[in-house]
C-alpha cells in the first residue's frame, strides 16, 4: 500500500515520474468528449474540429495572399492594375481577422463540451471516493487526495487546451507550410524548415527535462515552506505555550531559502531555452532568407515569394515559442489525469449484491451470528461472536481497549464485511441489502462528533435533509440544546467552526443527539457518546439518550459503566470474544471482569468527588489516595 493508500502508487511518484507520459489518459478521456445521449455535445464537437482545421489553413493562406499582392506591384506603376493587388490586400487582411476568429470561436464553440467533461468527471470522482470502504479512508491522506483531484480536474482543461487546440493545429500548420513551400518554392525550403524544427524541437525537449527537475526541486520546496507554515498557524496556541515563535520562523525561512534557490536557478534554466530556441529560430530563419534570395537573384523566385516564407517562419514561430512550456504542462497534465484515472479505477471494497433491495425494518432486531472479522489476514479481531439485540431493547458492549467494540459498530454500518458468520436485522443479511438502506435504518450519536462547519441549524438538520423548521427546532429541543442555541447571537444560524470546535464537548454531543431524533431511525447505536465528557455534563447528556433510545433497538458501546446499569443485557468482550454476559446486577453478583470494571471505575468516581470537595485543599488531598484495583483481564475503554 502506497503512503496515500490508494492508486497502488504514492501520489508524489506520480507527480514528479521521471518515466515518460502515458497517453492512456486521453483514450480514457475522449468518452467524456464524445458523451452518449447528448448530441448538442457532439454537434459543437464537429464544429470545434471543423473551425481546429480550417484555423491552420486560413494561418498559411494570409502570407500567401501577401505575396501575390507584392508580386502584383512589381513593375512599372502605370503598368500595375491597383484593383488586384488591393483584393489580394484585403484577402490577406480577412485570412488574418479569420485566423484569430476561428481559434476563438473553436474555443467558444468547445467550452460547453470540455466543462461538461470536467464536471462529469469530478462528479464522478467524488461519488467514487464516498463508495470506497472505510478502510480506504482511514489510510489515505485528505490533502494528498484532494490535490489528486484537483490537479486531474485542472488537467483536463489543460490537456484538451494544449494537446488538441495547440499541438494538433500546430503539425497541421507546419504540414500546410511545407506542402505551400514545396509547392511554390522547392524542396530546400522544406528541407532546411524541417531541420530547423527537429533542431529547436530536441534542444526544447531536452533543456525542459532539465528543467522539469529543477521546478521539481522549487515546488518540493514550495510545499515544504507552506506545510510549516499551515501547521504552524493550525498549532498557534501549541506555538505560543512554548515560546517557539522564533523556531518556527526559522524553520520556515529554511524552506523559503531553498525555494528562492531553486527559483533563482529555474529562472536562469528559462533564460537559456529562451536564448537557445532565439539562436537556432534566428539561424533557421536566416537559411530560409538566404535560400530566397539566392533565388530572386537567379530570377527563379520572386519579391513576393522571399516575403512569404518569412512570413511562414514567423507565424510558425509563434506557437513553436510555447513548445517547452506546452511539453511540461502536457506531459504533467497526462501524469495528474492517470493518477486520478488510477483512483476512479479502484474497485470498491464493500458493494451492493447485483438484485439487492432495500432492508425492511419491521421489529428491529439485530443479530451477531458467530461473526469472525479481521482488518488484516494476520490479526483476527472477532472470534465468533454472537448475541442478539431484541426490539426495542437496549444491549450495552464493555471491554478493554482493542477488544473489539467499535469494529461491532463498524460491521452493523457494513463499513467492512466480514469474513464469515452473518449479521441479520428482521432475518435479513446486511450482506444482501442496500447499503443506503441499511444506513437510513440506523442512526448513531459517536463518541467524537464531527460537525460541519456551517450552521447550527444545518448540521441538525443533516439529520434527514430536507426537514421543516419546526422539526429541527422540535429535535433540538428534545436534545435539551435549544435554550444554549437561542442565548447565541445569532441562533440557529451561529456557525460552529471547523470540526464544530466553537462549541463545547457536551454542546457538540447534544447536536449530534438532536441529529438523531431529526433521522428517527427504528434502530439506535451509542458509541462511546459520554466517554469524553466530565460527568456533570455526563449526567445531562444521558437524559437525552434515555429520551431518543426509548422504544428503540439500542446498541451502547460503553466506557463509563455508569451510563449502562439499566441496559437490558450487557456484553463483556475482551480480545474479541464475549467472556461474560447478564443484566448489570447479575455481573456484580458473579464477582467477574465486569464487576472488577465497576469497582475501579467506582473508585476513580469517588476520588474525583472528594477533590472537587476539598477544592484543592493540600490537608485534605493528601489523604485522598487512589488504591491500586484488583488486576482483571484488560481495563475498560
Known sequence: MSSYGYGGKSLKGAEFSNAPPSFRPLLKLMPYLWPPGRPDLKWRVVVSIIFLVLAPVVTVASPYFFKLAIDRLQGRPEDIAIAVPLALIAAYGIARILMQALAQLRDGVFAKVCYHALRVIAVETFHHLHAMSLRFHLERRTGGLSRTIDRGTKAIDRLITLAIFNIFPTILQLA?????????????????????????????????????????????????????????????????????????????DSSMEKYAGASIVTQTSLSV????????????????????????????????????????????????????????????????????????????????????????????????????????????????????????????????????????????????????????????DVRD????????????????????????????????????????????????????????????????????????????????IARTLLKNPPILLLDEATSALDTHTEREIQSALRLVSANRTTLVIAHRLSTIVDADEILVLEKGRIIERGRHADLIARAGAYAAMWNRQKQAAEVRERLQAVEGDPEEMRGVRPQPATPVAGAAE
Not at 231 to 244: D, R
Open 433 to 512: 441489502v442496500k447499503q443506503d438502506s441499511l444506513r437510513a435504518a440506523i442512526g448513531i450519536v459517536p463518541q467524537d462528533t464531527v460537525l460541519f462547519n456551517d450552521t447550527i441549524r444545518y448540521n441538525i438538520a443533516y439529520g434527514r435533509i430536507g426537514a421543516a423548521e419546526d422539526e429541527i427546532l422540535e429535535a433540538a429541543r428534545l436534545a435539551q440544546i435549544d435554550p444554549i442555541i437561542r442565548e447565541l447571537p445569532a441562533g440557529y444560524d451561529s456557525t460552529v467552526g471547523e470540526r464544530g470546535l466553537k462549541l463545547s464537548g457536551g454542546e457538540k454531543q447534544r447536536v449530534a
Open 176 to 252: 500546410f507550410i511545407c506542402a505551400l513551400m514545396l509547392w511554390q518554392l522547392n524542396i530546400w525550403f522544406v528541407l532546411a524548415t524541417a531541420a530547423m524544427i527537429i533542431a529547436y524541437m530536441q534542444f526544447t525537449f531536452m533543456v525542459t527535462r532539465w528543467r522539469m527537475h529543477i521546478r521539481r526541486a522549487m515546488n518540493e520546496s514550495d510545499n515544504e515552506a507552506n506545510t510549516k507554515a499551515v501547521y504552524s498557524l493550525l498549532n498557534y496556541e501549541t506555538v505560543k505555550y512554548f515560546n517557539a515563535e522564533a523556531h518556527e520562523e526559522a524553520r520556515f
Open 273 to 428: 531555452l529562451n536564448t537557445g530556441q532565439g539562436v537556432i529560430a534566428s539561424l533557421g530563419l536566416v537559411a530560409v532568407m538566404a535560400l530566397a534570395a539566392i533565388g530572386v537573384k537567379n530570377g527563379t523566385l520572386t519579391i513576393g515569394d522571399l516575403v512569404m516564407a518569412n512570413g511562414l517562419l514567423i507565424q510558425l514561430f509563434i506557437p513553436l515559442n510555447l513548445l517547452g512550456t506546452v511539453y511540461r504542462d502536457i506531459s504533467q497534465g497526462l501524469i495528474d489525469m492517470e493518477t486520478m484515472f488510477a483512483l476512479l479505477d479502484r474497485p470498491e471494497e464493500v458493494e451492493d449484491k447485483p438484485g439487492a433491495g432495500p432492508l425492511m425494518v419491521t421489529k428491529g432486531e439485530i443479530r451477531f451470528e458467530n461473526v469472525v472479522f479481521s482488518y488484516d489476514p494476520d490479526r483476527t479481531i472477532l472470534k465468533g461472536i454472537s448475541f442478539r439485540v431484541p426490539p426495542g431493547k437496549t444491549v450495552a458492549i464493555v471491554g478493554p481497549t482493542g477488544a473489539g467494540k467499535s469494529t461491532i459498530s463498524r460491521i452493523l454500518y457494513r463499513f467492512y464485511d466480514i469474513q464469515s458468520g452473518r449479521v441479520t436485522i428482521d432475518g435479513q
